[in-house]
């Protein structure tokens, strides 16, 4: 029985990342948000480790935000500096210069927040006025291989992962299943046994993918992709031809298939994925079949992507024009913290100044690390979509529709396999009491309370959403 891998099928009509509300949020963060705009820069800091699949984001240009934002806190910074060098040269022979020079700096403060909340985060990001058809501008080298190497991850069929879970980048756990049949049991019919015919996995691999294909959901598109762990790809030089920069991206095809079965740290995986919600949400199936001996496993991992994080979406709560007293007021903090900041600003620099001279020791120490570690692990254990992602989900209808996409998506892959193995004179009694617990999955007891999605109640109730093999209709 052979077990030759099915091609790659690519059914890409889902929303373009640079239109994508998560890429939207993020770009206004990288002015609003100084921490967030320090973690992302963060994130794609390291020139030896993967960065996950960051579904539905635009990194250049959050990237490119980013930069400008930092550069634009910079200038602010440099200004504040030079008016405390020049109030403490000039104060001994003109003491009202400290007053000049501290309104001066609220005023820096004033126009410097203005244009960050309202003209540029408020002007450009906003639900009417995010215009992602804006050109691209070139990043800094390092930036830029990190940007370049995280968009051929998201286009690659290798996942390169350095935690636990090998799922990086396909969002937390939905729900998972999985079960195993003999395929050497025949059908019975008639009081007779029939003689199960020989297959070959790709003929159910098309089987399911050609059915999941004809479901009509707006935007599915599936690919195949590899799994390895970070700490394992030392002895694949295929996949880590640098051992000091990042691991592949992409795993040939005949490798994957040589090491199916042998290679317990390679895994391949189907993956059918569906966005929704403009990209802000999104749920991915993976799943792999395997035949061992007489038997054939069925594997599947539910995985989804959950809103941004609230306190990236602020750019939605700033008015195109502000009120005159909301300004009012905040010139008055400004003057209160300006002469604050200016006394300050010498050490800022120097934190700067320090910090960047800490990252350049980091990056040295890891790349002796590397040489003196053999198993140094590459991989993501996050990310950035995943980082900046929400616990759950920011609308009612959000859950609703992943509920959908899972309940529609597992009835017909399990009414798949169960009509090939039935049409391959295959005994599927099995498979069909398996299902009947897949599709009724999500009741829950717990201290004496029933919290369920489907419940069935009484002698020989059953919740069941198979459809009769061989009847069912593609839509």
């Not at 830029?144 to 636990?164: K, M, P, R, T, W």
């Amino acid at each position: 029985m052979q077990t030759t891998a099915t091609p790659p099928v690519a059914r890409e009509t889902h929303l373009s990342p640079d239109r994508s509300e998560p890429t939207r949020y993020l770009c206004a963060s990288a002015y609003l948000n100084p921490v967030f705009r320090s973690q992302f820069l963060a994130h794609l800091s390291s020139p030896y480790h993967t960065l996950g699949r960051a579904y539905g984001l635009d990194l250049h240009r959050i990237a490119q935000h980013c930069l400008k934002a930092e550069r634009r806190l910079i200038d602010k910074e440099l200004v504040l500096f030079g008016l405390f060098v020049m109030c403490g040269l000039n104060f001994a022979h003109n003491p009202q210069i400290l007053t000049a020079s501290c309104l001066i700096a609220a005023i820096v403060l004033q126009v410097n927040d203005y244009v960050v909340r309202y003209k540029i985060a408020a002007g450009k990001f906003s639900r009417n006025t995010f215009a992602p058809s804006e050109p691209l501008e070139p990043l800094p080298p390092r930036i830029n291989d990190a940007v370049q190497h995280a968009e051929q991850e998201q286009v690659g069929n290798l996942v390169v992962y350095g935690g636990f879970l090998p799922f990086v980048g396909f969002g937390s756990s939905v729900k998972a299943w999985s079960f195993g049949v003999n395929i050497k049991d025949g059908k019975k019919t008639l009081g007779s046994m029939l003689k199960p015919k020989e297959f070959d996995l790709t003929q159910l691999q098309q089987k399911v993918s050609s059915s999941l294909a004809l479901l009509g959901i707006a935007g599915v598109y599936e690919e195949e992709v590899a799994f390895v762990s970070g700490t394992a790809i030392r002895s694949k030089p295929s996949l880590l031809p640098n051992i000091c920069g990042r691991p592949a991206t992409v795993i040939p095809e005949e490798e994957v298939a040589g090491a199916e079965g042998e290679d317990d740290q390679l895994r391949r995986y189907r993956c059918l994925r569906v966005p929704a919600w403009s990209g802000e949400v999104a749920v991915a199936l993976l799943y792999r079949f395997r035949v061992m001996g007489d038997n054939l496993y069925v594997e599947a991992n539910w995985r989804g992507l959950l809103p941004i994080a609230k306190q990236y979406q602020n750019v939605d709560n700033i008015p195109n024009k502000p009120r005159l007293m909301v300004l009012f007021s905040r010139f008055v903090l400004n003057v209160i913290i300006a002469p604050f900041y200016m006394a300050l600003s010498p050490f800022i620099i120097l934190i700067r100044i320090i910090n960047a001279y800490e990252g350049y020791r980091r990056r040295a120490t890891l790349k002796a690390s590397i040489l003196d570690n053999p198993l140094f692990n590459y991989g993501a254990d996050i990310s950035l979509r995943e980082r900046f992602s929400s616990d759950e989900y920011e609308k009612y209808f959000q859950y609703l529709d992943k509920e959908m996409y899972v309940k529609i998506i597992d009835r017909e892959f399990l009414d798949e396999i169960v009509n090939f193995l039935d049409e391959h004179n295959i005994d599927t009694s099995i498979i069909r009491e398996r299902a009947e617990a897949i599709l009724n999955h999500g009741v829950i007891v717990s201290g004496g309370n029933i919290n369920a999605k489907n419940v069935a109640a009484g002698q020989g109730a059953i919740a069941g959403v198979m459809k009769a093999v061989g009847s069912h209709a593609k839509g």
